[in-house]
């Protein structure tokens, strides 16, 4: 009997250990085939991570991992797509500077993971340095996933001096994708709340918000 992956948001463990697992990819197979750019928001414990997840292991072209699933005889594994994902929930933001020096850290990070050497300083060059710099390394676009998006506003709502200024960073962080288009296959984005509400996503006019679509009301 399979057990049941309470508290488990990584879907290369789910398969691997053998726990149930709800097969949700023929959304995603619809999702990633008619569009590029989405945001999805649902409540803490809902299963964004796990989309996320399985986003990261699909354009890896991870095959072995979706034996039995719906997508698996539809998808193209011979083409293996580099990702970037970035989960707000592993980052520090207390104050706009820790945000921003986290940030830069983990875009440091990736670029050592892809053996890159970045030369821009401030953290929106440096960003889109890096994409750009994937995408010709790997002469693949580069795959975008960032998990929680709004946390670090969430979490320090209480003092809104330092809400707003982590709301400008991330701004700032996330127009650069609206920038770096043509080096981007895909990108899928999670929170909690309505980037509307944020002001957040000004540049990004161009994201399909799913949070309510029919389509993939069952995503997760």
Known sequence: MKKLPVGISTFSEIIEENFIYVDKTQAIYEMVNTGKTYFLSRPRRFGKSLIVSTLEELFKANKKLFQSLYIYDKWDWSEKYPVIY??????????????????ISFINRTARDFSIKLFEIDLPSKFNELISEIHKKTSKKVVVLIDEYDKPIID??????????????LSNFYQVLKASDKHLRFIFLTGVTKFSKTSIFS???????????????CIV
């Open 203 to 217: 540049g990004l006019n161009n994201l399909d918000d799913i949070t309510f679509n029919n389509d993939f009301s």
């Open 156 to 169: 320090t709502i209480k003092d809104i001096e330092i809400a707003d200024k982590n709301r400008n960073v």
């Open 86 to 103: 970035l989960d707000f929930i592993t980052r520090k933001f207390d104050t706009s500077e820790q945000l921003e020096n986290s940030l």
